[in-house]
């Protein structure tokens, strides 16, 4: 078991108004799983991805790290272990515009504090990997949607981490580039690594082995 | 990185930096205008010579001039004699010029002005170190004849003669026909030398109706001897006057009090361009308040990825140091150029503490504005900051 959430809830505050945006949720996460958080926009899918991409942690219940309480750790702490073991790919792909593709995938190894000779030669060879080794040197806006998205998981990838956190990933690409690009997390899964893919989308989800879905802050079915 | 996101905004970046470059510039350029004025002034005063004793009436206390206090000037009580006697009972005296004052018109056809007599004894050019600039000097004889001899300065000769030889001319003192004898050199601050004119002081006290002189003039010999001369002149004084009748100056007092004097000026104009240096850095503050902002979709994808809340805060805090430093090294490369480039005009002093304060405020400046900055960056939540659009 890499990562766990023992009954979590997580409540906001609107305006004085309670929101329980996740109520009493469990879920685990196995070495090797390819698993799909699915459910409607504002069903807490998204809290609940923030939760295990530690980017938040609970109002209650508890989050494991490998067998580790990480729900009371300090943002430092979160930052680092973020680093280490979650690799996130976005809806919006996230790339920083100013910098070239090869930059793109060196800033996690950036913050890591890895010397810029090895940075270099591992973010070519993510680049290789997932087929963009010709446009190194290109920033995001010379790219396609579909080819910003793969600098995406190829920066994901490059820290070699524990789970691959990819929140909506064919959101705004084409069916046809969209699907490209599922086959690729497939294929990583393949390889072994542990993909938790987030979205409304039930034919996105079917890529998925495990199926975790959830409306109003509940897990309706897993 | 941080200097990448500078010169992804390279206007902004550079009219932020304005505000730094042009306090720098500012308490460069007035520090040194101060300090190259008080440098040529004191320059100015040793010119009139380092080895004179001036004898003024009454107490004065040179210490309280700065602060504006200035004690009792009694009526002088000084003689001829006086002069006399200080030149032949001190070894340490080479000679005594006593001064006699008054204003008085002077006229030369239908040009008039207004202006000081100094009224001197002949060894005046000797003691006070007064060079002409044509003519001569009168003799001992004219003065104690009491001829009717003046020698101008060079501001009151252009006012009366404008091109015109003023040397042999007459001009009318208070009803009284002098001969033009000579014309002082111009030298700048040093006393006045421009509007005031020279006549023997026999004439001058003749012609005034005075009987005591009104200060004394002693040339020490040796300058290292000044403190014993001070004290030979005070013991003959002292044999016929008391304490209350006379002040000793020396050019040592003179460039003490003129230079305190001109401190203060110095601090009060760095201190106005040290306010320009504040706005400045309240300009990077600013600045760096908006690009936290626009960039907080950027903050929260460097915290997803591993970036610490320090790793951020240092990344805008050197941000902010770079646009103040690199203002600061802008300015003072300009502040020294311009204040070089003014020194063909006017005395001008580029002084390392003024360059280093300026620096060293500048990096001071970009670490406190911006801190404030950096740590709403720091603090930002990742979620909040990936949502933001």
Do not use: C
Not at chain 1, 182 to 189: A, G, M, T
Request: hydrophobic share 45%; net charge neutral.
């Amino acid at each position: 078991m890499i990562l766990q959430l023992k009954h979590v809830s997580k409540t906001y505050f609107l305006e004085g108004v309670e929101i329980k945006a996740l109520d009493d949720v469990s879920v685990d996460v196995k070495e090797g799983d390819f698993l799909a958080i699915v459910g409607p926009s504002g069903s807490g899918k998204s809290t609940l991805m923030h939760l295990i991409g530690l980017l938040d942690t609970p109002t209650s219940g508890e989050v494991f790290l490998e067998g580790k309480d990480v729900t009371k750790m300090s943002e430092t702490t979160l930052s680092k272990l973020r680093n280490e073991h979650i690799g996130f790919v976005f809806q919006q792909f996230n790339l920083l515009p100013r910098l070239s593709a090869l930059e793109n995938v060196e800033l996690p190894m950036i913050y890591r504090g890895m010397k810029s000779e090895e940075r270099h030669k591992k973010a070519k060879e993510m680049l290789d990997m997932v087929g963009l080794g010709e446009r190194l040197n290109n920033r995001p806006n010379q790219l396609s949607g579909g080819q910003q998205q793969r600098v995406a998981i190829a920066r994901s990838l490059v820290l070699n981490p524990l789970i691959i956190l990819a929140d909506e990933p064919t959101g705004n690409l084409d069916t046809k580039t969209g699907k490209e690009i599922l086959e690729f997390l497939h294929k990583l899964n393949k390889e072994g690594h542990t993909i938790i893919l987030v979205t409304h989308d039930s034919y996105v989800a079917e890529q998925a082995n495990r199926h975790i879905h959830i409306r109003d802050g509940k897990v309706v079915s897993s | 990185m941080a200097i990448r996101s500078l010169q992804a905004n390279k206007v902004r970046s550079f009219l932020t930096m304005l505000g730094v470059i042009i306090g720098v510039m500012s308490v460069i350029l007035l520090t040194a205008l101060g300090s190259g004025l008080q440098g040529y002034i004191v320059k100015q005063l040793e010119n009139v010579g380092s080895n004179l004793i001036i004898v003024y009436p009454g107490k004065l206390d040179l210490k309280s001039l700065g602060q504006g206090g200035m004690a009792s000037i009694t009526s002088p009580k000084f003689v001829l004699k006086d002069a006399n006697d200080l030149e032949t009972q001190s070894q340490y005296i080479e000679a005594v010029v006593p001064s006699a004052v008054a204003q008085g018109v002077l006229k030369y056809q239908d040009q008039k002005t207004y202006t000081e007599l100094l009224g001197l004894t002949a060894n005046f050019s000797q003691v006070m170190n007064s060079p002409l600039a044509s003519g001569e000097y009168f003799t001992e004889s004219d003065d104690r004849s009491g001829r009717k001899v003046i020698i101008l300065g060079s501001e009151i000769a252009k006012n009366l003669f404008g091109t015109e030889e003023p040397i042999d001319k007459k001009v009318v003192v208070n009803e009284s026909r002098f001969t033009v004898i000579g014309v002082l050199k111009n030298r700048g601050v040093s006393g006045g030398q421009e509007d005031h004119v020279v006549i023997p002081i026999t004439t001058e006290m003749h012609l005034f109706n005075q009987n005591k002189v009104f200060a004394l003039y002693a040339k020490v010999i040796n300058s290292n001897e000044m403190d014993a001369a001070s004290a030979d002149i005070k013991r003959i004084l002292l044999g016929r006057l008391t304490e209350d009748d006379f002040t000793l100056l020396t050019m040592k007092d003179l460039l003490g009090a003129v230079s305190s004097i001109l401190d203060v000026l110095t601090l009060a104009l760095g201190g106005i361009a040290a306010i320009s240096l504040l706005v400045g850095g309240i300009g990077i503050m600013n600045i760096m308040l908006v690009s936290v902002t626009e960039r907080t979709q950027e903050i929260g994808l460097r915290k997803a990825l591993g970036a610490t809340p320090n790793v951020i805060m240092i990344q805008f805090l050197i941000e902010a140091v770079v646009l103040s430093v690199g203002g600061g090294m802008i300015g003072m490369l300009l502040g020294g150029g311009i204040a070089l480039i003014m020194r063909l005009f006017i005395p001008t002093e580029v002084t390392l503490w003024s360059v280093s304060l300026a620096f060293s405020v500048s990096a001071i400046i970009g670490i406190v504005f911006g801190v404030m900055p950096a740590r709403k960056a720091a603090k930002m939540n990742p979620i909040e900051a990936l949502r933001y659009e």
